[in-house]
């Protein structure tokens, strides 16, 4: 099998609208679905980011019922040249960067927590690269 990426991904949480306050206001992600008590649902790029509360996603029918908790994770490609920038941003929104990472290649990544202290990660492109 062959795949072209991960198209969307779910985070789980607790509060919808300050889930939309997060990642639309303080992130700038454009918000395309919006489901009071239900979901929010954000564009990064050419992907999606899907937000559930737990308790409702899980008594669906169709699509088949999914749910999680705890301390999730996912990151945000920066853009070639805009890491710095977005260090920058995220900083300035008073938004705790509690760790930085260089990894192997010399590609750099940080650390932040969202609202449900979900680990969020901006990082450099080339991390995941292949040779």
């Known amino acids: 099998m062959k795949f072209t990426q991960i198209k969307e991904t779910c985070l789980y949480v607790s509060n919808l609208e300050r889930t939309r306050d997060f ?3 303080q992130l700038g992600l454009e918000i ?3 489901v009071e ?3 929010v649902f954000f564009r990064a790029g050419s992907s999606v980011l899907l937000c559930f509360l737990p308790e409702v996603s ?3 029918k169709s699509p088949p019922p999914h749910y999680g908790s705890g301390k999730l994770h996912l990151a945000f490609e920066a853009p070639d040249g805009h890491y710095e920038a977005l ?3 995220v900083k300035e929104r008073n938004i705790d960067v509690y760790h930085h990472e260089t990894w192997a290649r010399g590609t750099r990544s940080f650390y932040f927590d969202d ?3 979900h ?3 901006i990082l450099e492109c080339g991390v995941w690269d292949v040779d």
């Open 37 to 39: 008590g239900s979901h």
């Open 58 to 60: 899980r008594e669906k």
């Open 115 to 117: 609202p449900d202290g």
């Open 119 to 121: 680990v969020l990660e």
């Open 32 to 34: 395309i679905s919006f």
């Open 23 to 25: 990642y639309a206001k």
């Open 87 to 89: 260090l920058r941003a």
